[in-house]
């Protein structure tokens, strides 16, 4: 039996390159974002190396450090010691990723962004898992799933014995995912961003574009001080009831 998992453009792709079913073959396809420049991952590579030296041993992209719900770029060295841990609010390759301005030029018009898919299984995070039970919130990450296939009815009939699961519609957990169906936001920063990046060092290049400000550090601090108190989860869902609330009065205004 092979698994092969990847972004859903990769499975369709490997699909259409087979052109028929293997019955040993398990595709499984992770809801994506996007997926960003190869060569912009190669720039910050290159400054953690100038940083760290050539002690890096293995790189975490999302890690969980802090909890499922506060990505991190994890980065260990030889030892195996974590020697850099900074979240989505602070570390620049992700600071880039989530506001879209090194994405790939398909990500901004992906065509394989729908409900239904060739893969054996989707696969994808569940922030919010006490909307659906409040008993699998214990920080350590849940889940979503949806199988498409007869086969892979099979295959998780076989395995839930051993794992612990809710029952949801398709209907009711694929809700506002954003990442199910619609393509990422086109920055219009993008253009000169890459150019900066085929012509700047590493380290000038993500000073200029994403600069660790005073307000960065407080984020940060804020961030990490809201998880130690075991306040994160609240913390994130006031501020993201009042960024819409904001959201809301400005295009009220602009009406």
Known sequence: MVCYSGTPCQIEGLKRYLRRDYENLITVDVVCHAVPSPLVWEKYLERQQKRFGSDISNIMFRDKHYGYKYSTMTIKNKEGKEIYTYGIDTDPMLRAFFTNICDRPSCYDCRFKKRYRVSDF???DCYEVDKFDKRLDDDKGTTRMLVHSEKGRGVFEKLKSGLEF??????????QVREIFYSVNYNEKRPQ???????????ELFKKWFPETAKVRIERTTRIICYKAGIYNIA????KKATAITQYVIEQRRC
């Open 193 to 203: 961003f890459f150019k900066d990046v085929n012509t700047m060092d590493a380290n």
């Open 122 to 124: 989707t696969l994808w």
């Open 236 to 239: 994130k869902k006031v501020a």
């Open 166 to 175: 809710v029952v949801v519609s398709p209907e009711k957990l694929t809700e």
